[in-house]
């Protein structure tokens, strides 16, 4: 029977090799949403601190958990929303709509 | 909800952030990633207000409510330009809330706590607290709020090691003793200080490896905290994010030719201190908007070669402006990518996309690099040193061994410049002295505009 501590490090060593692959496969085109998209989930610590927050287990407690709730909510909803605001402006070759109009009509007049 | 029931969720969640990454490898399938990632988040986060530890809720509402306003405005309001700070700041505060729980878990369990879990606690609290200072003065840097030229002094190598070897060893010290709990806030205070000590002797130039790495330790402090709480999500977002940033600073040193140890322990800009002293006036072929207005209509493919002094200029708009009025002419406009354009990994490529420049026409360094001598023109505009030949002949230079973008290798070579001043790490480019290169002098910004007008002026 493995202990906990034997699992987790299984978990770890397993995730940190799946990291590699599935990161390795991200085009360098990508790689700022990447380290944005990874620190939003790495956010996840959130669930550690809102135990620590909600438990009654002191004030020390209360007030560090506060804090790290505050911290981590930070890089949970910042982290989603900006990977999300960038990768919006990625776009393909003529998926670029109406703004072709404007730069052509500003060639004109001057002259 | 049952304790069995909440792993269930957190699996869940693990397996959606996988999947997450996985998304991440294409443009159009990216923003799919978000959502799934969101998801597993938020499953997580509510099987986790339904435990039974949980019972008080007042402080979680208000820490959420405010966690949530700061990063939504940030995320709504922080310039593309500001992406590394943001990056920055957000290593400083997941370490921090690592480091914090860190902090609450020993004092709660102090004087009874297992060798292993103290370990951990230990690496975890160490990793986070210096993370999060470093990051903090990484952030200082980015934003100019302190001198971005590497600060050194003589023994901070001793000085430094010394810090983290006395931090390492009261961790050392605490896995027997877990009940000294006067040592506790010794460790906390030295590895802030690490963590300082650890930036300030960091040039500019090398925040996107800086950046990777700390990324890097923000997920295995992250990872550390799942050993100590037992949650396996935690460990698994911690490992992908630990591992992200690795493979990151890898690419990053890999892009600079520089290794590790040298980036950490090796001010870049000492090593050419006694060289520059005799540079001979050699002389530059100079050229005005019009001529290379007129080179560039008579091309049949271009490559645009950003720097991160595009960006500096704001000029990123102007240099979209530019391919489409090229392309409208029926030039063939690639952009070239080198992998330290900008501060961090990326950063160009997301100030191109802003600039609406199709990803599709954007190309990295190695799908370019062999068309430069197909192409009739490669248009420099703000980048210095990834594009100097030295790097590949001359085994005098410092940067020698760095993989350039060739841009030598076009029929004829533009280079948008202030001015002849050696750029960042202070080394003569040999491309502005090449008979093929024409040097236009002049602001990024003004001179693109003044191209963009040429052009149309000369259709009429």
């Given at each position: 029977m493995l202990t906990r501590v034997e699992i987790g490090l299984y978990?770890?060593?397993l995730a940190t090799f799946l990291g590699f692959e599935v990161i390795r496969r991200v085009p360098s085109l990508l790689h700022t949403p990447l380290m944005s998209l990874t620190n939003a989930i790495s956010g996840i610590a959130l669930v550690g601190s809102l135990v620590l927050a909600?438990?009654?287990?002191g004030t020390l407690a209360t007030v560090l958990g506060t804090l790290a709730v505050t911290a981590s909510t930070i890089n949970v909803v910042g982290g989603f929303m900006i990977t999300d605001r960038m990768l919006r402006m990625f776009k393909r070759r003529g998926e670029r709509a109406p703004r072709e109009a404007p730069s052509d009509t500003s060639r004109e007049p001057a002259q | 909800m049952s304790r069995v029931s909440i792993d269930f969720v957190y699996l869940f969640a693990g397996a959606c952030f996988v999947l997450a990454l996985r998304w991440m490898s294409a443009p159009t399938?990216?923003?799919r990633g978000i959502w799934v990632g969101e998801v597993g988040m938020a499953a997580?986060?509510?099987a986790t207000l339904l435990k039974t530890e949980v019972v008080s809720y007042q402080w979680i509402a208000v820490a959420l409510v405010i966690g949530a306003t700061i990063g939504a405005l940030m995320a709504i309001f922080m310039p593309m330009?500001?992406?590394p700070q943001r990056i920055a700041l957000s290593h400083a505060f997941g370490a921090l809330a690592a480091a914090l729980v860190g902090t609450a878990e020993f004092y709660l369990d102090t004087p009874h706590i297992r060798p292993f879990k103290m370990a951990v606690l230990g690496a975890e609290v160490l990793l986070g607290f210096l993370t999060f200072t470093g990051s903090l003065m990484a952030f200082g840097k980015l934003q100019e709020l302190i001198p971005t030229r590497p600060v050194v002094f003589r023994g901070q190598n001793v000085v430094n090691l010394s810090i983290l070897a006395a931090a390492v060893g009261i961790v050392?010290?605490?896995?027997?003793?877990?009940s000294s709990k006067e040592l506790f806030p010794i460790l906390a205070v030295l590895a802030l200080v690490f963590g300082v000590e650890l930036i300030l002797p960091i040039g500019g130039a090398d925040m996107p490896t800086v950046i990777s790495i700390l990324n890097s330790y923000a997920g295995l402090s992250g990872a550390a905290l799942g050993f100590v709480l037992d949650n396996k999500v935690l460990i698994i977002a911690g490992a992908l994010d630990g591992s992200s940033g690795f493979l990151l600073s890898v690419i990053m040193c890999r892009a600079m030719n520089r290794s590790f140890t040298n980036v950490l322990f090796g001010a870049f800009g000492q090593v050419q201190t006694g060289g520059p002293?005799?540079?001979?006036?050699?002389p530059v072929r100079s050229g005005s908007p019009e001529e290379a207005a007129m080179i560039l209509d008579a091309a049949r493919s271009v490559i645009i070669v950003p720097g991160y002094g595009l960006a500096v200029a704001q000029a990123q708009h102007k240099a979209r402006e530019l391919a489409d009025a090229l392309g409208a002419r029926g030039v063939d406009v690639k952009f070239a990518i080198h992998p330290v354009a900008g501060r961090m990994p990326g950063h160009m490529n997301v100030l191109l996309a802003e600039a609406e420049v199709p990803y599709d026409q954007i190309y990295d360094m190695d799908s370019i690099n062999p068309e430069f001598p197909h192409s009739d023109v490669a248009l420099v505009v703000g980048a210095n040193d990834v594009t100097n030949p030295a790097a590949r002949t001359n085994k005098g230079s410092p940067i020698y061994g760095m993989p350039i973008l060739n841009v030598d290798q076009a029929q004829t070579v533009m280079v948008v410049k202030r001015s002849m001043n050696p750029?960042?790490?202070?080394?003569?480019n040999e491309l502005y002295y090449n008979e093929k290169t024409m040097m236009l002098f002049g602001d990024g910004k003004g001179m693109l505009t003044q191209l963009v007008n040429e052009l149309s002026n000369a259709r009429v």
């Open positions: 978990v770890f060593v909600g438990s009654n287990r | 399938t990216a923003r997580a986060v509510v330009t500001a992406m050392v010290f605490l896995v027997p003793h877990p002293a005799v540079i001979e006036e050699r750029g960042f790490a202070g080394i003569e």
